[in-house]
Nanobody, 111 residues
Framework: QVQLVESGGGLVQPGGSLRLSCVAS????????VGWYRQAPGKQRELVATISSGGNTNYADSVKGRFTISRDNAKNTVYLQMNSLKPEDTAVYYCNVVWYWGQGTQVTVSS
C-alpha cells in the first residue's frame, strides 16, 4: 500500500506564492510519473501538472509560466511551486501516482 501526503497549502493573497509537497511511502515515485490535480468547489478535478520518472514536465495552460513541478526521488517527494497566484487557483490540490491519491491540501487565494 502506498500513502501520499500533501502539505504546504494555505491562505495567500493574489500575486503570492506557495510550495506544495507530496511525500510518498515506498519507492513508487521513482518508477512512475506523478501528477498534481486540483478541484475547486462545484467543479471537476483537473490536471495541473505532471512530471515523468525522467523529469519531463507538462502543465495545464492555465498555470504555464506560473507553476513549476519538480521531484526529489531521494526524498520520495514531488513539489509544486506556485507563483503569481490568482483567485481562480483556489482549490484542493491532490497528488497522484498510478491509482494512488493523497488526501489533498487546500489552497485559498484571496485578499
Amino acid at each position: 500500500q502506498v500513502q501520499l501526503v500533501e502539505s504546504g497549502g494555505g491562505l495567500v493573497q493574489p500575486g503570492g506564492s506557495l510550495r506544495l509537497s507530496c511525500v510518498a511511502s515506498g519507492t513508487i515515485f521513482r518508477r512512475y510519473a506523478v501528477g498534481w490535480y486540483r478541484q475547486a468547489p462545484g467543479k471537476q478535478r483537473e490536471l495541473v501538472a505532471t512530471i515523468s520518472s525522467g523529469g519531463n514536465t507538462n502543465y495545464a495552460d492555465s498555470v504555464k509560466g506560473r507553476f513549476t513541478i519538480s521531484r526529489d526521488n531521494a526524498k520520495n517527494t514531488v513539489y509544486l511551486q506556485m507563483n503569481s497566484l490568482k483567485p481562480e487557483d483556489t482549490a484542493v490540490y491532490y497528488c497522484n501516482v498510478v491509482w494512488y491519491w493523497g488526501q489533498g491540501t487546500q489552497v485559498t487565494v484571496s485578499s
